[in-house]
């Protein structure tokens, strides 16, 4: 026999897991989860960029108060250092809870009332964000074919910045949809190994 009869095992499916049934979709919405969770929630590193800033900023103000000498640099550094950690860190705040929440009445709900509720909000933010990456998205090309420069005379690649702000926002984006997914598979029952965010706290 060739193998290609009704009895004949078939592999498949995509590593692995056939998708396209409701237990194959499970376990690849769990891996989407897990890989995008293991992405964001190591992104703590950027915040090793305050201390530079710190020291930019004392350099910067001996610079200028002590030696009549200042910088044209250090603002514009601090600025594109400062955007950095606030673009890069939305996904690992949201993936570790640190956003801020109105619980008021929700954290009277059961769990799947706020699994429906977080579900509905993330869906609302997720349009948000695609628009956002969207419009980013056409910045950073333009940017990037132009060679985008400050005004000031220091003239800071503005490139750089740009297609940052489009990584940020889509780690952001794939960490809203791991958390969609999360609380999708709690409400039918197969929850991931991660909670909800809601539920978690940064260790």
């Known amino acids: 026999?060739?193998?290609?009869?009704?009895?004949?095992?078939r592999p498949g499916?995509?590593?692995?897991?056939?998708?396209f049934t409701m237990s194959g979709i499970r376990k690849f919405a769990q891996g989407f989860v897990r890989v995008v969770d293991s992405?964001?929630?190591h992104l703590g590193f950027i915040s090793y960029a305050l201390p530079l800033m710190t020291f930019i900023m004392t350099y910067e103000v001996i610079a200028r108060f002590v030696f009549n000498a200042p910088t044209i640099w250090a603002w514009d550094v601090n600025t594109q250092l400062l955007a950095f950690i606030a673009v890069l860190s939305g996904g690992y705040v949201l993936f570790h809870n640190g956003h801020t929440r109105m619980d008021l009445f929700s954290s009277r709900w059961s769990a799947r009332g706020r699994a429906y509720m977080n579900t509905f909000t993330y869906l609302l933010g997720l349009l948000f964000l695609v628009a956002l990456l969207v419009k980013s998205f056409g910045l950073a090309e333009h940017s990037l074919l132009t060679r985008e420069y400050g005004?000031?005379?220091f003239k800071a690649p503005l490139y750089p910045l740009r297609i940052i702000i489009v990584l940020g926002i889509a780690l952001f984006i794939i960490q809203l949809l791991a958390e969609m997914i999360r609380n999708l598979l709690l409400l039918t029952g197969k929850?991931?190994?991660?909670?909800?965010?809601?539920?978690?706290?940064e260790s």
């Open 13 to 19: 499916g995509f590593f692995g897991v056939r998708i």
């Open 191 to 201: 929850p991931t190994g991660e909670p909800p965010a809601e539920t978690r706290t």
């Open 151 to 153: 005004l000031g005379l």
């Open 1 to 9: 026999m060739n193998g290609t009869g009704n009895g004949a095992a």
């Open 39 to 41: 992405i964001n929630s």
